[in-house]
């Protein structure tokens, strides 16, 4: 049974940083490109950034783009999210899934979803 598992959400100043982490089991990791998104409250689910089973593609939205950082560990069967410079609109839960062979794009048909963590970034 494939899991995801997102950690490393919470409470953060504008202008903070977080760390958040996407563990998998159950699965064969390096197959898969993980992607996180976010949501917030009364929006709908936004695509933030992906990257490729390979770990040679990265992609993200043009709203993070030069503050967050995606990266993989295949050993560890974990991908992260590295955001600086947060802002009050970066704000949501985040999501990671899984899409196999994937290349990271934005509208792909991921097959695993974790349950989220929650972001908060205050003015």
């Known amino acids: 049974q494939a899991q995801l598992v997102e950690s490393g959400g919470g409470l953060v100043q504008a202008g903070g940083s977080l760390r958040l982490s996407c563990a998998a089991s159950g699965l064969t990791f390096s197959n898969y490109a993980i992607g996180w998104f976010r949501q917030a409250p009364g929006k709908a689910r936004e695509f933030v950034a992906a990257?490729?089973?390979?770990?040679?593609?990265?992609n993200y939205a043009g709203s993070v783009k030069g503050r967050f950082t995606i990266s993989r560990d295949n050993a560890k069967n974990t991908v992260y999210l590295q955001m600086n410079s947060l802002k009050p609109e970066d704000t949501g839960v985040y999501y990671c899934g899984a899409e196999v062979l994937g290349l990271g794009n934005e509208n792909s048909p991921y097959d695993y979803w974790g349950q989220g963590t929650q972001v908060t970034v205050s003015s």
């Open positions: 990257i490729s089973w390979s770990g040679g593609r990265t």
